[in-house]
């Protein structure tokens, strides 16, 4: 019942969401320090050590990219340009944003990038066994959607109106 409340109030965030297309997470291979970089950042990194490295250094190459949504303890972002990246939270993830939001609840007129950030909560929440979380999800959800541009909210009651007039 829960579960599927919350994956009504992201169907609504769709519209939104999907204007936001966040670019997969790549990383360095064969060195490094393990972080989440975009594309273009990735191979800058790689290409500069390449050409400074000396003959003992290892080369490094660009690594990942096949996973559009990789499953992340929080919001992925590039370390270099700090650009948002395709994720989707874990269960420790979703608490964590669910505090982000409860402090900074979203603000209208709700941006994709904002948007992406809520349907993930609401993804993995839909998921979850904790009362606590299914609630503080639904009611984020709920803020975000009444935060939505004009344009985007699809209101049924309105429908109903228009077709009466
Ligand atoms: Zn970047």
Excluded at 109 to 114: A, G, S
Excluded at 138 to 164: F, Q, R, V, W, Y
Aim: net charge negative; charged share 20%.
């Amino acid at each position: 019942m829960s579960a599927e409340n919350l994956l009504e109030l992201a169907s609504r965030l769709e519209p939104l969401i999907s204007t936001f297309n966040p670019p997969p997470v790549y990383w360095i291979g064969n060195g490094g320090e393990g972080l989440d970089y975009c594309f273009a950042c990735c191979k800058a990194l790689v290409d500069d050590h390449n050409k400074k490295r000396s003959a003992t250094d290892a080369k490094w190459v660009v690594d990942g990219g096949w996973d559009a949504q990789r499953e992340n303890d929080g919001p992925a972002s590039c370390d270099a340009c700090s650009k948002t990246l395709g994720y989707t939270l874990t269960q420790c993830g979703v608490a964590q944003e669910i505090d982000h939001f409860q402090q900074h609840p979203p603000t209208s007129p709700l941006d994709p990038d904002t948007a992406y950030a809520i349907g993930a909560i609401l993804d993995e929440a839909a998921y979850s066994d904790c009362a606590e979380v299914v609630d503080a999800a639904m009611k984020i959800g709920a803020a975000a959607i009444a935060a939505l541009p004009e344009e985007l909210i699809s209101d049924d009651s309105l429908d109903c109106d228009t077709a009466a007039s």
